[in-house]
């Protein structure tokens, strides 16, 4: 006789908020705002299979006033553009 094995339960796809929380925490140097590297490490611990070409992609899309930094003002569209990719 056999062990039962259920299914493996896939993971949800992380909430809004959780990613926000993702990338307000790779602020490594708490100046407010997220540098290339510091997304790059935050795509990279989300999973994404070119975190430095998606943290650059997303800085030309996010970065509404082209200073080079995701800052607070723009964080909402980050994790808008974050969300688009279903990351769990």
Same mark, same amino acid.
């Given at each position: 006789?056999?062990?039962?094995?259920?299914?493996?339960?896939?993971?949800?796809?992380?909430?809004?908020?959780?990613?926000?929380?993702?990338?307000?925490?790779? =602020?490594?140097?708490? $100046? %407010?705002?997220?540098? @290339?590297? &510091?997304?790059? #490490?935050?795509?990279?611990?989300?999973?994404?299979?070119?975190?430095?070409?998606?943290?650059?992609?997303?800085?030309?899309?996010? =970065?509404?006033?082209? $200073? %080079?930094?995701?800052? @607070?003002? &723009?964080?909402? #569209?980050?994790?808008?553009?974050?969300?688009?990719?279903?990351?769990?």
């Amino acid at each position: 006789m056999g062990f039962y094995l259920p299914k493996a339960v896939a993971p949800e796809e992380l909430t809004y908020e959780q990613l926000k929380t993702i990338f307000l925490q790779h =602020d490594a140097d708490n $100046d %407010g705002c997220l540098s @290339l590297k &510091e997304l790059a #490490k935050a795509f990279k611990l989300l999973g994404d299979s070119f975190p430095n070409w998606r943290a650059r992609r997303c800085l030309s899309y996010v =970065d509404s006033n082209s $200073d %080079g930094v995701i800052d @607070l003002r &723009e964080i909402e #569209k980050l994790v808008q553009y974050a969300a688009k990719f279903k990351y769990k």
